[in-house]
């Protein structure tokens, strides 16, 4: 058998592109590394493969704790993290969702083409630049008073719509069209309320960017047709989270498991990964304000891509719906969801690794993404009309220089991965080193000069720490989600502006 | 005595050390503040507040987790920190302020939240040091 060796932590080779760290000791499942050779050897350059056998210490862990072709070293779970647990006697850990909750991406097609675009770049950059709130302290689309607070938290996307914000065709196009039915906003604090309500609508900073992008490639004909999406096409890329709202929802929560199940807590080997058990209040009420919270970031998102649909109306001199600029799909990579999935099981109905398991059941299980993207397939009675023979669509962000995927939900994807795939590129070089490799103005005109990418940002040293180089091959993280089958590729785009906090 | 930004593949962590508990709480938030600007502007007005928690870790926590709720609330970018640390009962309590540089006043990007991820506190033979990442 073949294997590989980071530390104390042996890999076995599964077959091509998996890997597991068998289950041992503490652990309550083997885990399993979905990469390339390639991939592999950036994973266990840090604590991804820690915090990946970590997670399997979780209460309820079904099957294996899985990482992403994109994975790296986050806290506690690591990022590229799918860990599902049972709902009955498992558990819902904020850990392993995130600070950001929904932090996701959007994409929205236009009818323009790159021609069409080609001259305005310099303008539009500006004026895009001008009406997104972006950076620290950059204020919202829309200044909420506790009421809009509420109504947001309770009702997301649909707010929007009654705002004037949103149409019931954006509606139709995000997951869960943009609503968590389970949110109870009487669970965030009002701290979280406070942060929340001048970044309405704010892309915030760090790897957070809107992006004019323009297709450049189509690997599936019929796909990309049902996706509305072909060559040399014009789209925007929106990606941002649930800003202060959501990571204060995070803190306060980690927080209280911290002080009323300190128990289960001294079980686990990190305080991150910090969990509350199934069916307790808490578990209720975590999971009850993390959907408002997930409802909050849909609305941020939206308000930005209307905001960009009145840039784009002001550049081009025309309607924004004459531009067709539609809503492809929004998709959520920081998150945990009540899904069922069927699981093997032994005699006496436990879930166990599928060698083991004397017969099948549908299971309703948390699962838990942490930078990794939901990638139903077809069939999954999830998925809105437009897409429920298809797959979903699943937007994989690369850097400001390397450009993006749209896949669609890969048929292998809920016997692999729960329904998932990777988020985007993820991280090689940490901050710090970037800021010591890269300097802001030099990124940019470099960019500019050399690939036509015009990019704007409030901090120069996000640029820097976001540059190309700090990142892996995207296209080698999507030629494994393809290959594997969890994430089929559908198109590529390449950037056009972006502007980043 | 002071602090130093660490590297970490996503985020950003800050090791600092202090003679007291107090002076190494307000070198941890110095780095904070350096890790959202890299040149603070002396401009603002001082603004304190109380944290308590039921640990030294905790408090720590706590007292950052207070100063990221400030910058967003107040719209303001704490910099220059102080603080005192001590023991009240079953508690530990900080007492702290620092100036709010404006945000027009500064280049700032966000840091989300503070993290227990490796977190360290520990004391030493000259007094305290901290190790803390933070999400960004």
Known sequence: ?501 | MGFTLRDHTADVAVEADGESLGAVFAAVADGLTAAMCDDPAETGDRFSFAVRAESREALLFDYLDQLIYERDVRGVLPAAHEATVRREGDEWVVEASARGVPFADVDARDVKAVTYSEMRLAETDAGWEAYVVFDV
Not at chain 1, 123 to 141: I, M, N, Q, R, T
Not at chain 1, 290 to 298: K, V
């Open chain 1, 1 to 501: 058998m073949e294997t590989r060796e980071f530390g104390d932590i042996e890999l076995r080779r599964v077959r091509e592109h998996v890997w597991e760290i068998p289950q041992e000791g503490e652990m309550n499942a083997p885990a399993r590394v979905l990469a390339s050779e390639a991939l592999l050897d950036h994973i266990g350059d840090d604590k991804t493969l820690e915090q990946l056998r970590n997670a399997t210490h979780l209460p309820g862990i079904t099957k294996h704790a899985i990482c992403m072709p994109d994975g790296h070293q986050g806290y506690g779970f690591p990022v590229g993290g799918v860990g599902a647990t049972d709902t009955t006697d498992g558990c819902i850990s904020p850990g392993a969702v995130g600070y950001d909750i929904n932090c996701g991406v959007r994409m929205m097609t236009t009818n323009l083409t790159y021609e069409d675009l080609q001259g305005h770049e310099e303008e539009l950059v500006d004026a895009l630049f001008e009406a997104v709130p972006s950076g620290l302290g950059g204020g919202g689309v829309v200044k909420g008073d506790a009421e809009t607070i509420e109504d947001i938290l309770a009702r997301g996307m649909q707010w929007a719509v009654d705002a004037g914000y949103a149409t019931d065709d954006d509606l139709a196009h995000c997951e869960d069209e943009g609503f968590r039915d389970d949110a109870r906003p009487e669970f965030v604090s009002q701290k979280a309320k406070d942060r929340g309500r001048n970044q309405i609508g704010s892309l915030g900073s760090g790897n957070h960017f809107l992006e004019v992008q323009r297709v450049t490639d189509v690997y599936r004909e019929d796909v990309a047709e049902s996706f509305g999406l072909e060559a040399d096409q014009i789209v925007v890329l929106i990606h941002c989270g649930s800003r202060g709202l959501g990571h204060q929802t995070c803190t306060d929560y980690l927080r209280r498991i911290e002080k009323e199940h300190k128990d289960l807590l001294d079980d686990l080997p990190d305080k991150e990964l910090a969990a509350a058990p199934a069916g307790s209040e808490l578990a209720e009420e975590y999971y009850g304000a993390m959907c408002a919270a997930i409802n909050f970031a849909w609305v941020n998102r939206q308000l930005i891509m209307h905001r960009t649909r009145e840039v784009f109306a002001d550049v081009f001199d025309r309607d924004w719906r004459d531009m067709e600029m539609r809503l492809l799909y929004d998709v959520a990579h920081n998150i945990a969801k009540k899904e069922v999935h069927e699981v093997g099981v032994d005699p006496e109905g436990r879930p166990v690794r599928d060698g083991d398991a004397v017969e099948r059941e549908e299971r309703e299980l948390y699962v838990h993404r942490k930078g990794a993207t939901r990638a139903f397939p077809a069939g999954r009675p999830e998925l809105p009309p437009a897409y429920a023979d298809v797959g979903q669509p699943v937007i994989i962000p690369g850097s400001m220089g390397a450009g993006s995927y749209v896949l669609r939900g890969g048929d292998q994807s809920l016997d692999l991965t729960f329904g998932s795939t990777a988020h985007g590129a993820g991280r090689l070089m940490s901050r710090t080193k970037a800021k010591q490799e890269y300097w802001g103005e030099t990124v940019q005109d470099e960019l500019r000069e050399q690939e036509k990418i015009y990019v704007k940002a409030q901090s120069g040293a996000t640029v820097a720490e976001e540059a190309p180089g700090v990142y892996k091959d995207v296209d080698e993280v999507v030629r494994v989600s393809d290959e594997l089958g969890i994430g089929d590729k559908v198109a590529r785009t390449f950037p056009v502006c972006n502007i980043k906090g």
